[in-house]
């Protein structure tokens, strides 16, 4: 309860400078978890050369994005805003919670977003065959199905949809071992990936 205490006290500090600090170019967010917060720790620069800010919470679910993103989002008046979000909900980190509640929390930011006229980038969950942490799981089959209600509400609404999963998934349905030595978490060369998908689409 501490730790997350801190990470809160910590990103509440944080939003009070950005919002307090000029910038003449309007900051991308990446709204996410542990796969959004330990990709600055990897490569700092892609952040600051790129003008992101960096908003993943480890262990966070859509719910409790869902919860922040008004305070992480909305009030940074970001031009854009990236959503890589639901492998936690997979996991159970909250409990259980079926894929359409995750995906409608998905839908319920982009909402928000898209009202604070905020351009969104929708992004495909990680591959995943099994989780660490919570090993009685099988989370393969699910990981595919959500990344198909996401690309494809991106896909009618128009919203462009970063697919990390086709260019790291293996042969098992899970993460390339060359791009992530966890299952789950991305390595340097897993996140030089995304970071190339990432750019190529923002620059369209």
Same mark, same amino acid.
Request: charged share 20%; with cysteine; hydrophobic share 40%.
């Given at each position: 309860? %501490?730790?997350?205490?801190?990470?809160? %006290?910590?990103?509440?500090?944080?939003?009070?400078?950005?919002?307090?600090?000029?910038?003449?170019?309007?900051?991308?967010?990446?709204?996410?978890?542990?796969?959004?917060?330990?990709?600055?720790?990897?490569?700092?620069?892609?952040?600051?050369?790129?003008?992101?800010?960096?908003? /993943?919470?480890? /262990?966070?679910?859509?719910?409790?994005?869902?919860?922040?993103?008004?305070?992480?989002?909305?009030?940074?008046?970001?031009?854009?805003?990236?959503?890589?979000?639901?492998?936690?909900?997979?996991?159970?980190?909250?409990?259980?919670?079926?894929?359409?509640? =995750?995906?409608?929390?998905?839908?319920?930011?982009?909402?928000?977003?898209?009202?604070?006229? =905020? %351009?969104?980038?929708?992004?495909?969950?990680? #591959?995943?065959?099994?989780?660490?942490?919570?090993?009685?799981?099988? #989370?393969?089959?699910?990981?595919?199905?959500?990344? %198909?209600?996401?690309?494809?509400?991106?896909?009618?609404?128009?919203? #462009?949809?970063?697919?990390?999963?086709?260019?790291?998934?293996?042969?098992?349905? /899970?993460?390339?071992?060359?791009?992530?030595?966890?299952?789950?978490? #991305?390595?340097?060369?897993?996140?030089?990936?995304?970071?190339?998908?990432?750019?190529?689409?923002?620059?369209?």
């Amino acid at each position: 309860m %501490k730790k997350d205490l801190d990470i809160l %006290k910590n990103n509440d500090e944080e939003n009070d400078f950005l919002t307090q600090t000029p910038n003449h170019k309007k900051p991308i967010v990446l709204m996410g978890d542990s796969i959004t917060e330990f990709w600055k720790a990897n490569n700092e620069s892609f952040f600051s050369s790129n003008n992101f800010i960096n908003k /993943g919470i480890s /262990g966070q679910t859509t719910t409790q994005m869902l919860l922040r993103f008004r305070q992480d989002v909305i009030n940074l008046t970001p031009s854009k805003v990236v959503i890589l979000a639901g492998i936690n909900d997979i996991a159970e980190n909250t409990g259980p919670i079926t894929l359409e509640a =995750i995906f409608e929390n998905i839908v319920s930011m982009v909402e928000l977003a898209k009202t604070n006229k =905020i %351009k969104v980038v929708l992004c495909a969950v990680i #591959p995943s065959n099994a989780f660490y942490w919570n090993p009685k799981l099988q #989370p393969a089959d699910k990981v595919i199905t959500l990344n %198909k209600m996401i690309n494809a509400y991106a896909t009618i609404n128009k919203i #462009p949809f970063v697919d990390y999963y086709t260019a790291m998934v293996d042969n098992n349905k /899970g993460l390339n071992k060359k791009y992530g030595d966890d299952g789950v978490h #991305p390595n340097r060369n897993g996140y030089k990936i995304m970071e190339s998908l990432l750019l190529k689409v923002l620059n369209n």
